[in-house]
Structures are given as structure tokens and as C-alpha cells.
């Protein structure tokens, strides 16, 4: 029950994480948006049945999405119009919320997703496109460009590739935790 809002949250993963900055500004969009529905979840807790929280839930995730959608687009618009059907997909885990007890269950959740989207940006773009910070210059300040390394394997930034990546990732944990099945 832990894992799964970030469960629900892999679709937006495997749609926009195929470049580092895309994963970098989900996971940011994902912290903002699971932090905020837990923290305003919390005290309706005790005074709502299990359906009229998860409405509050989905108000709550539109609210804190379209804020996100908001300052993504004040950023960079080149990156909000990239991940603006990614950012509809966060409001699965944010619906999620509601059947975790802890006052802090969107930060834990938001902290995993972040992690996961930049160690997911980082291999799909490292391995697939070849390179490293592609499209930095989407965000102001930045004259970045990026790092190109070598070649890349093209079928790691389709959303077949991401399958495979976490396949890959998952059958690493499992080698080196065993008991964690």
C-alpha cells in the first residue's frame, strides 16, 4: 500500500521521462502536487467517509496540478507544452493518497516519485538518446545544450523501452535484495 501512488504514477514516467529535463520537472511537478494533496488531505481525514475524500482528492490533485501546470508554463513553455498530457497522469497517485493514514504520505510518495523520475530521465536519455541534458535550453538561465556521448539504443526512449528499462531495474533490485520479492 506504500508503493502505490508511485505505482500510479509510472504511466507519467514512461510517457515524458525519455529526457532528463522532462523526468526533472515531473518529479518537481509530482513532489509539489502528492506534498500539497497529503498536507490539505490530512485534517479532512477524520470528517470525510472513504468516497467524499477521494472527491476531495481529485479536487485537490486539479488544484495543485493546474498550479503546477501554472508555473511550468511561466518557466518554460517549450517544456510545459511537452509535458502537459504527463502532468494529467500525476493526478492517479495524487487519488491514491487518501487510503494512506500519515500526515506525511504525500511528501514520502512526492520524494519517491522525484528520485524515480531522475534515475529514470537519466537512463533513458544517457542509453537512448546518448546524451545528457538534452533541451536544457528550455529553461531560462541555462545555456546548456547538452552532452552527447555516444549513439544511444532509440528504442529505450519509446514507451516499449521504458517496459524494458524497468524490467531491467526491477530484476537489478531483486538480485541485490532477494527477500524483497
Given at each position: 500500500m506504500k508503493h502505490l501512488p508511485l505505482l500510479l504514477a509510472l504511466p507519467s514516467l514512461f510517457w515524458a521521462g525519455d529526457l532528463l529535463i522532462n523526468a526533472v520537472a515531473l518529479g518537481l511537478a509530482g513532489l509539489l502536487t502528492l506534498t500539497l494533496c497529503g498536507l490539505l488531505l490530512a485534517p479532512l481525514?477524520?470528517?470525510?467517509?472513504?468516497?467524499?475524500?477521494?472527491?476531495?482528492?481529485?479536487?485537490?490533485?486539479?488544484?495543485?496540478?493546474?498550479?503546477?501546470?501554472?508555473?511550468?508554463?511561466?518557466?518554460?513553455?517549450?517544456?510545459?507544452?511537452?509535458?502537459?498530457?504527463?502532468?494529467?497522469?500525476?493526478?492517479?497517485?495524487?487519488?491514491?493518497?487518501?487510503?494512506?493514514?500519515?500526515?506525511l504520505a504525500g511528501l514520502g510518495a512526492g520524494l519517491r516519485l522525484a528520485a524515480l523520475a531522475l534515475l529514470f530521465g537519466s537512463l533513458r536519455e544517457l542509453f537512448g538518446h546518448g546524451s545528457l541534458l538534452t533541451h536544457a535550453d528550455w529553461l531560462p538561465g541555462l545555456a546548456l545544450n547538452g552532452w552527447q556521448f555516444l549513439h544511444g539504443l532509440p528504442l529505450l526512449t519509446h514507451a516499449a523501452g521504458a517496459f524494458i528499462l524497468a524490467g531491467l531495474l526491477l530484476a537489478l533490485q531483486r538480485y541485490r535484495k532477494p527477500e524483497n520479492v
Open positions: 481525514r477524520h470528517r470525510l467517509d472513504a468516497p467524499q475524500m477521494t472527491l476531495a482528492a481529485l479536487m485537490l490533485a486539479c488544484l495543485c496540478l493546474g498550479s503546477a501546470q501554472l508555473l511550468l508554463q511561466i518557466l518554460s513553455h517549450d517544456l510545459a507544452a511537452t509535458l502537459e498530457p504527463a502532468l494529467a497522469l500525476l493526478l492517479l497517485p495524487a487519488l491514491a493518497l487518501p487510503r494512506t493514514s500519515t500526515l
